[in-house]
Nanobody, 124 residues
Framework: QVQLVESGGGLVQAGDSLRLSCAAS????????MGWFRQGPGKEREFVAAISRSGTIKSYADSVKGRFTISRDNAKNTLYLQMNSLKFEDTAVYYCAADHGGIYQVKTGKVNSWGQGTQVTVSP
């Protein structure tokens, strides 16, 4: 099972950008399909973005399409989420997730591994 550690969260103003990272250790990172999820205050955890193990297939939630970009560097065992034009409603704890079952499996949230989360707060 892969271990995941997120970083890069913080307090920003609406319109700013942030890049989240998720460092993976343990089993071979490149064998995992990966994703980002978030959980806002009083809300359920929701899908944000997913990427295939090779990085060639990506999927986004409609709420972040055109503003967020998911990427990965298999040589560095790291997943990224570039977040631009941040909005107040993007405020949440962001989690990375890993699974062997394809990005559509990742999108369901039924995955093998979760990180501990990193807080992103966007002031209006």
């Amino acid at each position: 099972q892969v271990q995941l550690v997120e970083s890069g969260g913080g307090l920003v103003q609406a319109g700013d950008s942030l890049r989240l990272s998720c460092a993976a250790s343990g089993r071979t990172f490149s064998s995992y399909d990966m994703g980002w999820f978030r959980q806002g205050p009083g809300k359920e955890r929701e899908f944000v973005a997913a990427i295939s193990r090779s990085g060639t297939i990506k999927s986004y939630a409609d709420s972040v399409k055109g503003r967020f970009t998911i990427s990965r560097d298999n040589a560095k065992n790291t997943l990224y989420l570039q977040m631009n034009s941040l909005k107040f409603e993007d405020t949440a704890v962001y989690y990375c997730a890993a699974d062997h079952g394809g990005i559509y499996q990742v999108k369901t949230g039924k995955v093998n591994s979760w990180g501990q989360g990193t807080q992103v707060t966007v002031s209006p």
